[in-house]
């Protein structure tokens, strides 16, 4: 009788999972967080699947990072230790710079940075993007718009002084992606 019932609960297990959507069973039962597994070509660190498709997905997007191009620079793993926090050590974090780190952005460097900063947002879902950081707001995906502009005002995170040009995120669009695919 014992049997039979861990069958049936087995057999019950099983039909649920075949018809649960998958955000729904992820829930339920997430899977174990992606790995930084694979190279990043920015740094001599690594970068999980979903960040490294990001990545490529921007160069096509907006060419490789150059002077005279959109991107001026990317850079995605980092140690971050003033932050242990961060997505950064994860692999699962780039920060795309239109123009000079450390000034705030202005003219075409500032458009750049608007570009980009909509493109992830109009694809976060095909991108496995979490979040969005760029010009003091922040963006989540699944979240709306605070009634004074883009995403949401920045505050830092208790780590960032929100006025700097890089702790604000004016001279960069940081990205973070979710932690699995």
């Known amino acids: 009788m014992l049997l039979v019932a861990a069958l049936l609960a087995g057999l019950v297990w099983w039909a649920v999972a ?13 899977p174990p967080p992606e790995a930084c597994s694979v190279a990043d070509p920015t740094t001599s660190g690594c970068l999980t699947p979903t960040a490294r498709r990001l990545h490529d997905a921007a160069v096509a997007r907006f060419g490789e990072p150059g002077r005279d191009a959109p991107v001026r620079a990317v850079t995605c793993w980092s140690e971050h230790a003033w932050n242990p926090s961060s997505d950064h050590p994860q692999g699962r974090a780039c ?9 705030f952005a202005a003219g075409d460097d500032l458009a750049n940075g608007w570009a980009v900063a909509q493109w992830l947002r109009d694809d976060a879902a095909e991108l496995g993007v979490r979040y969005v950081i760029w010009q003091g707001r922040i963006w989540y995906r699944g979240g ?23 702790g604000g995120h004016f001279d960069h669009v940081h990205v973070s992606v979710l932690p699995r695919s």
């Open 95 to 103: 920060d795309f710079f239109p123009g000079a780190f450390g000034e």
């Open 144 to 166: 709306g718009d605070a009634g004074d502009g883009w995403g949401r005002p920045y505050g830092g995170g208790g780590v960032y002084d929100p006025q700097d040009a890089t």
């Open 18 to 30: 075949q018809r649960v959507p998958r955000a729904l069973w992820d829930a339920v039962d997430p």
